[in-house]
Structures are given as structure tokens and as C-alpha cells.
């Protein structure tokens, strides 16, 4: 049989549901951007790929499988067991260049596991979720990967085998393959189900971002492995770098970590060794006191928050939770290679809400929830914002829905007439906090209308909307099922400033899905290129798919319903009600804030959901595992952060403001302390309302002033204020 091309093999591994990607040539390391996130089955893709780069090996994400990777042609493993050799062999099997081999199962339902080092036994190893292989024809050192018996793959992923029920419970539940039948220790968690907790704990701590705490976050996450659930120091190292590194910016280096490790492993603790692991249900980073893990790190983190007496702050989006599969990733990927400042996080922004358009008043999910969601963009100036409204605009006039494209809120009642005229449209904005101001200040109430208006179509999406009676007219009309896309972008400060405590418990702000994109991108010389003719057919399907009854001009949608599987039904319902205990926390404190968010969480995450099953298939979508698990982490994450912000930025009163500026000014300054003279200037104020906002920072315990050290030149002691940890950590 002849050798297919390394291209040739990637393309027919996609054509079968395999996703895959570019490695070096002549090594593993993958060469896109975001490694195996970003395997994809798209042919199109993976031909530009091969084009640019011919001999690059081929990389198969694992995601859904269960590959056992043997290592060494005498290795050992199971060799008195032929029973359990054969079971394995039912593998579909591939060799590797130095004699190794992967044997490739899928992964039961229900199931989810990752990747693990030398758990079944010394140099064997298993590739899952978050995990890949190099696949046939792939060549290291002159030597290919080749199929067993000169097969190649050719089931479909759901066809492959399950594992045997033995190497399930071994991973299930961390039993070793050599004793399979030993009881478990009842006074003691077994390994594996040790670091899963660990892992589940190590998942949702904040990434380490540099200038954004950076140094404190890195050492709690090794604090928390190596001392709060007691792992071996190498055994922390390894997770960090596995699970943890690849969401931090930048990744730290092994040595740099590997210190981290072993400060954490050294240095006494406010808690005893084992805490975590010790409580049968730890509670989520965002329910801990840190402070006990970071209190004996003055000398070597930055500067940073420690603990917080308010919601902690995970951080920016993580990047892997900016894909979604299909067609809102074809059109990012359009965006970003053409756009003259190549924003991922403008471009999933805009492809999220294209994607909602299209689909507005055509699905729903089996709780009847639709598309429509209110998107904002975080970005500075010139950082690549209106980038994705254009390819938004060339999209919908090329598959002639045009017409459902507005920009600005004029008024409540231009929203209403827009809509009523056509019921599904996508409004893309620029500067959407000068709107919320004018909502703030105006003293008549039109702006008023504006908020009024989004708040009451977003609840209406599935139902009907009453038009106002106007002047002369006896029927006011209705709108059927009405369906708003907001896109809308903002300067970062500016938004959070604008907004008040009156637009966080109305509902407006929990119904944003707000993401900061941080630093402009660095620059790129434009393109011009035809929208990929993928993306304008998936376009032109849903232009022209109109489920429901009538004609064109009298049409009553019947959006159809995409179904969940089980697996992602109890996910979803997981997610509810860890939203409902939040919100419930949140009702005894007193907060109403939190309450307004927690409470929007479930529909929220169902919403994204659906929209993940009809942009991965959009002619037969079904909301899986993947979707429901993705959108809880998305929405999980958002929340958090919503929360966290809005407490760092929102003001009760004009000196409530006033105070956050302060200390928003203090918290940028090197060493978080400033000169009376500089902090006076920069506070813009004359010197008694600085002294009375001084006087009452003092009190409150958030700043201190000191005396700073004299000039070269003398003359008299200069003041200066410090930000306390207190301040420092809300």
C-alpha cells in the first residue's frame, strides 16, 4: 500500500472526526499558535496548513479518546498478564519511531479523563482530554509512526472500543494495574482520586497574568498542591506544568515554577499540610482565604492581592475559553488574519454575536431559551474594536440580511420600531459607556427608555412584546418573539466608571457577557481577502432557514428545539445549582448585587450552550458535553469576574467615587504610595475636599500616610500616602 502524503493523512483523519494540527516536522512540538487548542477538522484550515508547511507532522488531539502510550519496545508492562494483553489489543494499535506504542480507545460516556505520567506503571502514560498524539505517517529522526500490520485509522471516533473495565477503574479510581483486585485503603484517598481533586481545585484558581499579580497567584497554586492537598513536590511541578502554565501570561518556565514549588514546600503556613486535602469537599478558590498562603511571601511576590474580604478576582478570560468549534471560529480566524490589529478577544466577541443573529428566532433550547445575548468589548483606543463589526457588516449584506444591522440606541422607542420592523437584529456600538452615562446623568427620560427597552426584549425573546399606543394609530402591534443581538464595544475605565449601583441590581449588567481584551495587539499589515466561502454558505443556510409558519411578509417563527444529551443535562443542572447556593449566599449578606448576577447564571450558561451546538453543526445541532461544559466555565468565569470588578469600580455616591479614584491611583503607583503633592495633582481636587477625602480614607483603615524620605538636596519632610493591604486586596 502506498504511504499517504503527511497532508493527504491529516485530511482524511478529519474527514473521519479526527482533529488535528500541524507539528514541527521531523518533531512533536506543535507550530500554531495555541498548539493541540487549536486541532480543528476543518479542510480547509488544515490544506493551508500543509500548503505552508508540507513536511509538518501530524498532531491528533485526544479530546474524547483514551490513548495508552507504551513507551520502549521491552517495556515490561503487563507482560505476566496475557489476559489483560489481550484486552489491550482490541486497541485500534499505531508504533511510534523508537519502537513504542499508542493503543487508541474512546472514552466511555460519561467519562472525562485527562492525561497521566507513569500512573499504570513506569513509562506508560495516557493522552485525553487536553491532551494529543503524533499520528501516521508522522517521521522523527528518519523513522515514521506507522499502524499496526499496515492498517490505517479508519473508524469513526464513537466506532473505536471502549477500554477494558480494569484499565477504567484504574483510572477512575487510582488503583494500580499490577493489583487490580486489592481493596482500597479506607483511611487513606487513594492517589489518582487525590489529584483529581486537586486538579478540579487547580482548574479554577486565576491564572498567574504578569502585572496582574502574577507572582502571588503562581505561588498559591503551588501552595495549594503542595500543601494544601499534600503532593509531592515533583508531582505538584508536573500538574502546574500541564494544567496550570498553559493558562498563565506568559507561561512561567519550569525552573521558575519548580522555585515556587519548593518555597511552598519549605516555608511555614497559616494551616497545617493537608487542609485541603483533608476536608471532603473543598471549597472553590473564589470561598478561600488565601491570606494563610500567601502571608509568608513578602520577599519574593510582587506586590499584589493577597486576600480580599470581597469577591476575589480570577482574572481575563482564559484564551482556551475564546473558541468555539465551526463556524464562530471560522469567522475569528478570518478576522484575525486579516485585521490590521488581529484583537482574538474583538474577534470571538463579534463572531459570538454574528453567530446569535443568525440563528435568533429559528432555535431554542428544551428550556425555550434563545440567542440573544448582550455582548460588550473591553479595549483601548485604536486597538482593533471595529475590526470585527466590518466583517460582521460584509457578512450580512453579502447573504442579504442586511437590513437587520443597526449601530446606535437612539431611543426606547427607536429600539422598538426597529425591531418591529424587523424582529431579529444585531445592533453593533461603539462607546456604549457614553450611553450608560447620559442614562446616569440625563434628567428627562429618554435615555431611561433606552435601558428600559434592552432590559424588557431580552426577557421577551420568547414571547410577545406589546408594542406603545401611538398618536392616531387604534392597534399599537406586537412584536413575535423578538430577538436583540447586542455587540458593543467600550473603553475599559470608561465602562465600569459609567455604570452605577442602580444599573448593576436592574438586571442590565448581569445580562452582559462582558470580556476585557488587555493589551493592543501587536500590529500586522492588513489584508484583503474574500470572506472564506464556508462561512457565507453556513450564513446563507441560516438566512434562509425559517422554521415556523406564514410567508415572508406574515411569518410566526417555530424555532426548532435543540436537544440536550444526558451528559450535558446534568451538567447544566449542576450548573444551576451551584448558581442557586451562590445566590443564596449572596441573599443572607445582604448583597444585592450578587444576587442580580447569580441569579442570571443558569440561563446564561444555556444560552451559550446552544449557541456552541448550532455553530459546531448547524444543520443537525444537539447540545453535548462539550457545549455544557464549555459555557459553565465561561459563564462561571465571567461571573466572577463581573462581580470583582464591579466592587473595585462602581460608586454608591459622588464620594464614594471619588474614594475609588484615590485608591485606584495609589494601587498603580509603584510601591502602591505617592507624595501628597503628586497624588494631589493627579486627583485634580482642591486641597480641602482632598483633605476631607484623605480624613476619611484614614478612618476606614484603606490608606496611612507616612513620611517620605528627604531629596539629596534636604528641605523639609515630604508626606505620603500608602494604600494598606486592606485597600490593596478589594
Not at 512533536?28 to 487548542?37: E, L, V
Not at 483511611?187 to 479554577?204: C, G, M, S
Not at 512561567?252 to 494551616?271: I, T
Not at 481636587?685 to 528627604?710: N, P, S, Y
Request: charged content about 25%; aromatic content about 6%.
Amino acid at each position: 500500500m502506498t504511504t499517504p502524503s503527511l497532508s493527504e493523512a491529516a485530511l482524511a483523519y478529519a474527514r473521519l472526526g479526527y482533529a488535528v494540527f500541524p507539528c514541527a516536522p521531523g518533531g512533536k512540538a506543535p507550530i500554531t499558535k495555541h498548539g493541540y487548542k487549536d486541532a480543528t477538522t476543518d479542510e480547509t484550515r488544515i490544506e493551508a496548513w500543509w500548503k505552508r508547511n508540507p513536511n509538518a507532522n501530524i498532531g491528533l488531539a485526544t479530546a474524547g479518546l483514551l490513548v495508552v502510550d507504551v513507551d520502549g519496545a521491552e517495556n515490561p508492562w503487563l507482560g505476566d498478564q496475557p489476559e489483560r494483553q489481550q484486552e489491550l489489543a482490541r486497541a485500534t494499535l499505531s508504533f511510534t519511531p523508537s519502537g513504542g506504542r499508542h493503543h487508541i480507545f474512546r472514552q466511555p460516556a460519561g467519562r472525562a479523563w485527562g492525561n497521566t505520567s507513569g500512573k499504570l506503571a513506569p513509562k506508560v502514560d495516557t493522552r485525553g482530554n487536553g491532551g494529543y498524539i503524533v499520528a501516521p505517517p508522522s517521521v522523527i529522526d528518519g523513522k515514521p509512526y506507522r499502524w499496526a500490520d499496515g492498517a490505517e485509522l479508519v473508524s469513526l471516533p464513537n466506532d473505536l472500543p471502549e477500554p477494558p473495565s480494569w484499565l477504567a477503574t484504574v483510572l477512575d479510581n487510582g488503583r494500580t494495574a499490577k493489583q487490580p483486585s486489592a481493596p482500597p485503603r479506607t483511611t487513606i484517598t487513594p492517589p489518582d482520586d487525590l489529584e483529581r481533586r486537586a486538579l478540579a481545585y487547580l482548574d479554577a484558581m486565576p491564572p498567574a497574568v504578569s502585572g496582574q499579580g502574577g507572582h502571588n497567584a503562581a505561588y498559591a497554586a503551588a501552595t495549594a498542591m503542595v500543601h494544601g492537598f499534600g503532593l509531592a513536590p515533583d508531582r505538584a511541578l508536573a500538574l502546574l506544568l500541564a494544567h496550570y502554565n498553559p493558562r498563565c501570561l506568559p507561561p512561567w518556565s519550569e525552573k521558575e515554577l519548580r522555585h515556587k514549588v519548593e518555597d511552598a514546600a519549605s516555608k511555614p503556613h497559616d494551616r497545617p499540610v493537608g487542609w485541603l486535602r483533608d476536608q471532603e469537599n473543598a471549597p472553590p478558590p473564589a470561598d478561600v482565604d488565601l491570606s494563610g498562603l500567601l502571608a509568608k511571601t513578602a520577599t519574593t511576590a510582587e506586590p499584589d492581592r493577597k486576600s480580599s474580604p470581597g469577591p476575589l478576582d480570577p482574572g481575563p478570560m482564559p484564551d482556551d475559553l475564546l473558541r468555539v468549534p465551526g463556524f464562530i471560529s471560522e469567522v475569528m480566524d478570518h478576522s484575525i488574519e486579516t485585521a490590521p490589529y488581529p484583537n482574538t478577544v474583538m474577534a470571538f466577541c463579534g463572531a459570538l454575536a454574528l453567530q446569535a443573529f443568525l440563528a435568533g428566532r429559528k432555535v431554542r433550547d428544551p428550556g425555550d431559551n434563545r440567542t440573544n445575548v448582550y455582548l460588550l468589548g473591553l479595549a483601548h483606543s485604536a486597538a482593533g474594536k471595529d475590526w470585527p463589526r466590518k466583517i460582521n457588516t460584509r457578512i450580512a449584506h453579502q447573504v442579504g440580511i442586511g437590513d437587520g444591522l443597526g449601530e446606535r440606541f437612539a431611543s426606547g422607542e427607536g429600539v422598538q420600531d426597529a425591531l418591529f420592523i424587523k424582529p431579529c437584529m444585531l445592533f453593533q456600538t461603539d462607546e456604549i459607556d457614553g450611553m450608560l452615562q447620559s442614562i446616569n446623568k440625563a434628567k428627562d427620560a429618554r435615555h431611561e427608555n433606552v435601558m428600559g427597552t434592552l432590559l424588557t426584549m431580552y426577557s421577551a425573546a420568547n414571547s410577545i412584546f406589546p408594542m406603545r399606543r401611538k398618536a392616531g394609530k387604534e392597534a399599537p402591534g406586537a412584536i413575535d418573539q423578538p430577538c436583540l443581538v447586542i455587540f458593543g464595544t467600550a473603553i475599559p475605565n470608561h465602562y465600569y466608571e459609567a455604570l452605577s449601583e442602580r444599573m448593576l441590581t436592574n438586571g442590565f449588567f448581569a445580562r452582559m457577557i462582558i470580556l476585557e481584551s488587555g493589551p493592543r495587539p501587536k500590529g500586522q499589515e492588513p489584508r484583503i481577502l474574500d470572506l472564506p466561502p464556508r462561512v457565507l454558505a453556513t450564513a446563507k443556510w441560516w438566512s434562509d432557514f425559517r422554521p415556523g409558519t406564514g410567508n415572508l411578509d406574515d411569518w410566526h417563527p417555530v424555532p426548532a428545539v435543540v436537544e440536550h444529551t444526558d451528559d450535558a443535562k446534568r451538567v447544566l443542572v449542576e450548573t444551576r445549582e451551584q448558581a442557586e447556593a451562590e445566590y443564596a449566599k449572596a441573599e443572607a449578606a445582604g448583597d444585592p448585587v450578587g444576587t442580580t448576577v447569580w441569579g442570571r447564571v443558569s440561563e446564561q450558561t444555556r444560552k451559550l450552550a446552544l449557541i456552541h451546538a448550532v455553530s459546531e453543526n448547524h444543520e443537525a445541532p444537539r447540545i453535548g458535553l462539550a457545549a455544557a461544559e464549555w459555557a459553565t466555565r465561561f459563564v462561571m468565569h465571567q461571573t466572577r469576574r463581573m462581580l470583582f470588578m464591579a466592587q473595585a469600580h462602581v460608586a454608591e455616591n459622588p464620594f464614594h467615587a471619588d474614594c475609588l479614584k484615590l485608591i485606584e491611583k495609589l494601587r498603580d503607583a509603584p510601591e502602591r504610595s505617592l507624595p501628597h503633592s503628586v497624588l494631589l495633582k493627579r486627583m485634580k481636587q482642591d486641597a480641602k475636599a482632598f483633605r476631607d477625602l484623605v480624613t476619611t480614607l484614614v478612618e476606614r483603615g484603606d490608606i496611612v500616610i507616612a513620611q517620605a524620605q528627604q531629596s539629596k538636596h534636604g528641605g523639609r519632610p515630604m508626606l505620603e500616602y500608602r494604600l494598606t493591604e486592606q485597600a490593596g486586596d478589594a
